[in-house]
């Protein structure tokens, strides 16, 4: 047991120090990467909702806990787990504010493909999602190892994070202007239907965020032992 801490404390070593970092420019770039993600969304357009993965790296803040988990202190978890639900709050109040905008000017009235494509998650297929997101969380593990930036973006394009959580957001912050607006015309049951499926549509694309966080944590993490076991 003494052999594997020491080796788990050297792999911990061994990382790219810049992975557990998590600084103001990081917020930054997802601010922008959560707008570019939700104006992408909201005008269909694919080519930038998949762009949007990579701006500012956002995997960091949870590789890094992936790592204070296996080899930190609880101070360095309780920091990396702040950092993580920094990340969500931001992604989620940018896109959920862009949302209400969205109700508010009637740019778009009804969700486009890409909104739909992640609001109709699938629950039967989560359990693809979790496989996906763990061989790409094995193969993260080993571009930070080999400070491969260029396998590490590539594994990056293949983990969902920024576009299903920004989705989300969208959908949440329409169906807050719906409640907002009902509320202040005293509309009675108006537009229920549609309120109850931006909540649906909404909790369905947090849904695809978190299985992909899930298996990316779980792939990460038996890499990260099993180098050391093996």
């Not at 590490?152 to 949440?172: D, E, K, M, Q, T």
């Not at 931006?198 to 899930?214: D, H, P, Q, R």
């Amino acid at each position: 047991m003494s052999n594997l801490k020491n080796c788990i404390q050297k792999q911990f070593n061994a990382l790219n120090i810049n992975v557990h970092k998590f600084n103001y420019a990081n917020i930054a770039l997802i601010i922008i990467a959560s707008i570019i993600s939700s104006i992408a969304l909201l005008t269909d357009n694919y080519q930038t909702v998949i762009a949007s993965k990579i701006i500012g790296l956002a995997i960091i803040p949870f590789i890094s806990l992936c790592i204070m988990i296996i080899a930190g202190s609880r101070a360095d978890i309780i920091h990396s787990a702040s950092s993580c639900f920094l990340f969500i709050g931001v992604c989620l109040a940018v896109s959920g504010l862009i949302g209400v905008a969205n109700k508010l000017t009637q740019w778009k009235e009804l969700p486009t493909n890409e909104m739909l494509t992640r609001a109709h998650f699938k629950f039967d297929n989560i359990w693809l999602e979790l496989v996906m997101s763990s061989v790409a969380g094995v193969g993260i593990y080993y571009a930070i190892m080999k400070t491969s930036i260029i396998a590490l973006v590539g594994l990056i394009l293949a983990i969902s994070i920024i576009p299903p959580l920004c989705n989300a957001g969208l959908f949440w912050g329409m169906h807050i202007y719906n409640i907002l607006e009902q509320s202040r015309n005293n509309c009675g049951n108006e537009n229920v239907n549609e309120k109850e499926n931006y909540l649906e549509y909404g909790k369905n694309s947090f849904v695809i965020f978190a299985s992909n966080i899930s298996g990316m944590f779980l792939g990460f993490m038996m890499a990260f032992v099993a180098s050391c076991v093996f």
